[in-house]
Each structure stands twice: as structure tokens, then as C-alpha cells.
């Protein structure tokens, strides 16, 4: 599967964006699409993801209330609606493809296919 983010910019404190996904390629229904984020010198961090079906989420603590993910099937695109964006919110954000096992998958690892990433920055 190849992914393409987008929709990466510069925005205040407070302030909203909208990323977007896209994926091209062989899908399947059994695929969980990812979003993590990497801050300088830092750890590239789960963020939040979604089931094929658009019925499963998940979120991690730091966004929840603030983002929300969600998909097009249609258009092969999953999003991230992003709201009340913080300085410590700046990082380049990479969209991800992994299978659904027991659970939605929240480990780099278990994510096979990779976007190039889309640099978010917030300016406080």
C-alpha cells in the first residue's frame, strides 16, 4: 500500500488542521490506518487510528478531545481533524497501514506501510 499525507502547515496556538491520508494499491478490510507523530530528537509517537470499517478508534491520552479521526472509503482517505492545537503538538505527522489482530494495533511495529509524513507546525 502506498500512503500519501498531506495538509501539514503553520498554525497558531488554538488553531485547527486537517490532515489527510491517502492510500493507493492493494487494501484490504482486515487494515488499521495509523497516525503518529515525531518531534525533533524525539520518539515517533502513536497518535490515533481507525478500522477499515470506520466503526473502531483510538486515541492517545494527549489528543483525546482535541483530534478525531476518521475515512472515506470511497476516496481511500482517512483523516485527522486536529482542534486546540498546542506548541507541543509540532511534529512531522506520518500516516501508517497495519493489520487489525486482536486490537487496534498502537505500536510502530506493527504498522507495515509508511507515508512520507507531513510537518505540522504551531506557533504559540
Known amino acids: 500500500v502506498q500512503l500519501q499525507a498531506s495538509g501539514g502547515g503553520l498554525v497558531q496556538a488554538g488553531g485547527s488542521l486537517r490532515l489527510s491520508c491517502t492510500a493507493s494499491?492493494?487494501?484490504?478490510?482486515?487494515?488499521?490506518t495509523g497516525w503518529f507523530r515525531q518531534a525533533p530528537g524525539l520518539e515517533r509517537d502513536f497518535v490515533a487510528a481507525i478500522t477499515w470499517s470506520g466503526y473502531s478508534t483510538y486515541y492517545a491520552d494527549f489528543v483525546k478531545g482535541r483530534f478525531t479521526i476518521s475515512r472515506d472509503n470511497a476516496k481511500n482517505t482517512v483523516y485527522l481533524q486536529m482542534n486546540s492545537l498546542k506548541s507541543e503538538d509540532t511534529a512531522v505527522y506520518y500516516c501508517?497501514?497495519?493489520?487489525?489482530?486482536?486490537?487496534?494495533?498502537?505500536?510502530?511495529?506493527?504498522?507495515?506501510?509508511w507515508g512520507q509524513g507531513t510537518l505540522v507546525t504551531v506557533s504559540s
Open positions: 494499491g492493494r487494501t484490504s478490510s482486515t487494515y488499521v
Open positions: 501508517a497501514v497495519g493489520a487489525y489482530q486482536t486490537a487496534i494495533p498502537r505500536r510502530r511495529n506493527e504498522y507495515d506501510d
